[in-house]
């Protein structure tokens, strides 16, 4: 799925540079710095006879960098300056971990496309895509587990339809994300399979600089 997804947003780029007319060819770079509310992702904790869940909101600042070759085409990276985070417990009153700390740092790669962008400014509805990793950690404090922490990798694929408002220098904007990807693994805590699903949905709110 993450292989296709490159593909396709790789054959997009080449499509809208070799179709865009000068007039819509004028490139331009936009810096943004953004709040990430994701929910639905869940961490599962699986010893074979109890299962324990928590799908709490996950809240992340990043930075945005994009690239736009044309008015209505861009590529973007976004980088979880502070990772995705959340505290909570696991078990009644705590008894398996009286406090997990998880944090989610990513990095996404994505292409997006701008409709009805005859004019940078404005209000321009979006709708793009995007892949990546996650790099999620779980560290835990009391309980039966005591003191000790457990890594995983998740690869995410993201759908996004979004609205961005431009003045001459600066925008905001306001993106809804579908986030899919799943990461499991039984051999972090002996006896214990751990699963980190990120599928979601995301809410970006941020502001940005354009030029």
Avoid: C
């Amino acid at each position: 799925m993450k292989r296709w997804l490159v593909r396709a947003m790789a054959m997009a780029v080449l499509a809208l540079l070799a179709g865009a007319s000068p007039a819509l060819a004028r490139s331009a770079f936009k810096v943004g710095l953004d709040e990430r509310q994701l929910s639905g992702a869940a961490y599962t904790h699986d010893n074979g006879t109890t299962k324990l869940e928590n799908s709490d909101l996950l809240v992340a600042t990043q930075l945005t960098l994009e690239f736009l070759p044309t008015e209505s085409f861009g590529l973007e990276v976004a980088y979880a300056l502070s990772p995705l985070q959340r505290n909570y417990q696991l078990g009644a009153n705590g008894a398996t971990s009286s406090n997990v700390l998880e944090e989610a740092s990513y990095v996404l790669y994505g292409a997006n496309y701008y409709l009805f962008r005859d004019d940078r400014q404005g209000l321009h509805p979006l709708i793009g895509v995007a892949t990546g990793t996650i790099g999620v950690t779980q560290k835990f404090e009391g309980g039966t587990l005591g003191s000790t922490s457990t890594a995983a990798t998740v690869n995410v694929n993201v759908l996004k339809l979004g609205m961005e408002w431009v003045g001459e220098k600066a925008g905001l904007r306001l993106i809804y994300e579908s986030w899919s990807g799943q990461s499991s693994n039984a051999t972090k805590l002996a006896g214990i399979r751990q699963t980190n699903n990120y599928t979601g949905t995301s809410i970006v709110l941020g502001v940005f600089i354009n030029g």
